[in-house]
């Protein structure tokens, strides 16, 4: 492994090689960790670069910030909101219609440690459907693009947070829509990261799903872990557990991360560096800032990796009716015919 050689550092001013004709969808670009990544890969010269944000605001801010890292004219804002699937669908279907490449695909928004709700829309637990279902989704439409670019990368932005969940089985919607408090609702989101990118990783080894078996040239699928870094998602845990909570962010905030110096650098090295394709890293887990490590025991789980698959595709079945990629999950019901179209192989 490179790192061996070079170090554990990867100084994204110094380390991201130039982008020169690369585009980048990074979800989450309006704050945050997300900022910083799309504030670095802007520093490089990319081709283009789509902003996915969900506040107006924020998106607008971001924009603004932008301004001292690169030529803000390469971005592309777009609002979306992952709290409804709907509207996931048309962007993810825009991108696919605007994009001849797609060079990276990050996958970083989120909902932090949080209350239990149900998305108003869809009837999914918000975390679940934002961190998780909506970018399997934005993933699943993009593939051929990120297929048919060399060495293109998706990047989902997990945590170690996703080693602290147990009791979980993947098996029905109602199983999803439990309220099994702040922590453990994020944490099984993140688990569902890592779970997706080795069921993604090993459907690219055996040709499915499109894929090539036979070519080494990406997509490179990994998940990261940014580290502890100081962003609005601490403040929605303090919302969730109120003082004992602030009194620890209070205790904790200054050891975290900046998110743009530090909390940004393991997508990025994910998503940039010409080492994760000499070192063939895919379907892995990596910690700041460039690190591969060995995930969590459920997190290699493959029946737990395959219950996942087919809840989430049979959940958006349900949700948007027909899916555009081909599933593979067969729900016998349309499979008889019985909900008059068959389940969503287009
Ligand atoms: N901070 C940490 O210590 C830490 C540790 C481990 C992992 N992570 C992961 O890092 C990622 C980024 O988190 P962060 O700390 O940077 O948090 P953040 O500052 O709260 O940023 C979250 C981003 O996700 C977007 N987002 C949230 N809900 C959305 C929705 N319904 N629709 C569309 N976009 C939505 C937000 O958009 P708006 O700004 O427009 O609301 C924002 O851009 C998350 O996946 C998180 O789980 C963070």
Known sequence: MTHLITGNKFDPNTDIPDLSGKIYVVTGGSSGIGFGIVAHILQHNPAKLY?????????????????????????????????????????????????????????????????????????IDSHMQVNFISQ????????????QTANSRLVLQSSDLHRAISDVQFASLAEINRDIGPTMLYNRTKLAQVLFVRAMARRLEKGELGFDANSHTGPWINAVHPGGVSTDQPKQAEDAYGKLASAAVAVLRPLMKDPVDEGCRPALFAATSEDIVKDKVQGQYIVPDRKVTEPSKQAKDEQLQENLWRLTEEILSDKLRS???????????????LHGQPAGRQ
Request: hydrophobic content about 35%; proline content about 5%.
């Open 136 to 147: 399997f989704h934005l993933t699943m439409v993009l593939l051929p693009l990120l297929q």
């Open 323 to 337: 899916l555009p990629y081909r599933t593979q999950y067969v729900d016998p019901m349309a499979k008889e015919g």
């Open 51 to 123: 902003l996915l944000g969900k506040k107006e605001e924020h998106i607008q801010w971001a924009q603004d910030e932008l301004k001292k890292y690169g030529d803000t004219s390469k971005i592309v804002p777009v609002q979306i909101e992952l709290e409804d699937l709907h509207n996931v669908d048309e962007v993810a279907k825009r991108l696919a219609k605007e994009l001849h490449q797609l060079d990276g695909l990050i996958c970083n928004a989120g909902l932090g440690v949080g209350v239990y709700n149900e998305t108003p829309k869809d009837g």
